[in-house]
């Protein structure tokens, strides 16, 4: 029997309730009824519950998403008309306060608990939930999904943590693209500020697992030091194969390892190959023969295949066109086992890199029960 896909980071609520997507319709029929709308922060649709079950991607970090547009940038624009100024701005992400950040997210929240009440989701909030779901998938069977903060904007403040947690939720990364109330994150270096030394404090005690995805390196390396537990990268790449402050670096995928930690491989293109970002290449020149390329480097680097996974953030904005050749849907992603099988990688290992090291991780990292 092919291997289940545990996969690390997918924006389910977001696509949902930003563009109007039915998660428990068939990817073709999301891509048919917007065919006329596709914008550059939308992209073609690739993601939906049916694919998901098709490609055996049987449980998921779904995230809750929403961002508070620092002071001093202009207001989100529509995406056609942004100005370099608010390159990061984005009316689909981007709020103007903390509260209207929880707002959104307490939504996104709602959406999924209806999922589950309609059989399409289990939330899975415990390790004992999380062995009995995936010991139990079938086909036909709901996917799992463990909710992630996708930056903590959301958390008004960080006595509300265990609010958060309490709700359901289990994984937060401190912050997004450009800078959050409580870290620098993608495109800024910086350390953590005040609120989030105290934040990250709250989630140690609580819980709540680190996500160090989207954070800045200063700010990385001052959580390490005062986070005491296993932490994870849901979705990011090699550094050292594609530049970017977006990547990890090899001195950041060692300490990752060393915490006992997974990354969470991502399959876009410009993550995957390097020039893509320019625009000198097109998507049949990115294969996932170049997912295998990290996926290997990571390997090599640390000596074994315990601290790697997919997080493939493939509904995240790009779309069908800017991910591997060969993928369409989330339903090709047991194409990756093809391609590490080339890389000569063996079959129980190809299987950790699938299901197994993210499921050991949250086994050992969520409450009991």
């Known amino acids: 029997m092919p291997s289940l896909i545990f996969d690390a980071h997918l924006d389910l609520a977001w696509n949902a309730l930003?563009?109007?997507?039915?998660?428990?319709?068939?990817?073709?029929?999301?891509?048919?009824?917007?065919?006329?709308?596709?914008?550059?922060?939308?992209?073609?649709?690739?993601?939906?519950?049916?694919?998901?079950?098709?490609?055996g991607v049987a449980i998921c970090c779904a995230t809750l998403l929403a961002r508070v547009l620092p002071d001093g940038f202009d207001q989100p624009q529509h995406p056609s008309h942004r100005s370099p100024k608010v390159a990061y701005a984005r009316e689909d992400i981007d709020f103007a306060d903390s509260t209207i950040a929880y707002?959104?997210?307490?939504?996104?929240?709602?959406?999924?608990?209806?999922?589950?009440?309609?059989?399409?989701?289990?939330?899975?909030?415990?390790?004992?939930?999380?062995?009995?779901?995936?010991?139990?998938?079938?086909?036909?069977?709901?996917?799992?999904?463990?909710?992630?903060?996708?930056?903590?904007?959301?958390?008004?403040?960080?006595?509300?943590?265990?609010?958060?947690?309490?709700?359901?939720?289990?994984?937060?990364?401190?912050?997004?693209?450009?800078?959050?109330?409580?870290?620098m994150g993608t495109g800024f270096n910086g350390p953590l500020t005040a609120v989030g030394i105290e934040l990250v404090k709250q989630m140690d005690e609580q819980g709540v697992i680190l996500d160090l995805v989207h954070t800045a390196d200063l700010a990385i390396n001052q959580a390490l030091d005062l986070y005491s537990k296993p932490v994870c990268v849901s979705h990011a790449n090699v550094r050292t194969l594609v530049?970017?402050?977006?990547?990890?670096?090899?001195?950041?995928?060692?300490?990752?390892?060393?915490?006992?930690?997974?990354?969470?491989?991502?399959?876009?293109?410009?993550?995957?190959?390097?020039?893509?970002?320019?625009?000198k290449l097109t998507r049949e020149e990115v294969s996932l023969t170049h997912v295998a390329h990290h996926i290997d480097h990571i390997c090599q680097l640390v000596g074994n295949a315990d601290c790697v996974g997919i997080g493939s953030d493939m509904d995240g904005g790009f779309g069908v066109d800017h991910i591997p050749k060969e993928l369409q849907t989330i339903s090709d992603l047991p194409k990756l086992a093809d391609a590490l099988h080339v890389r000569g990688f063996a079959d129980v290992d190809i299987n950790k890199i699938l299901i197994g090291n993210w499921t050991r991780f949250f086994a050992e990292n969520l409450p009991a029960d």
Not at 255 to 275: D, P, S, T
């Open 243 to 279: 530049e970017g402050d977006r990547q990890l670096s090899d001195s950041q995928i060692q300490k990752i390892a060393q915490r006992k930690g997974v990354i969470g491989i991502a399959l876009c293109n410009f993550m995957l190959k390097a020039g893509y970002s320019q625009n």
């Open 18 to 55: 930003q563009y109007d997507r039915d998660q428990r319709l068939d990817v073709l029929t999301l891509r048919n009824s917007e065919s006329h709308m596709i914008t550059d922060t939308r992209g073609k649709c690739t993601v939906s519950l049916p694919a998901m079950r098709q490609g």
């Open 103 to 183: 707002g959104t997210a307490y939504g996104q929240l709602g959406y999924y608990r209806l999922l589950e009440s309609l059989g399409e989701i289990q939330l899975i909030y415990t390790a004992w939930q999380l062995k009995n779901h995936i010991d139990s998938w079938q086909p036909t069977s709901p996917i799992g999904v463990i909710m992630a903060m996708e930056g903590t904007d959301p958390i008004v403040e960080p006595a509300q943590v265990k609010h958060w947690f309490d709700l359901g939720m289990r994984v937060a990364c401190l912050a997004h693209y450009g800078q959050s109330a409580h870290a």
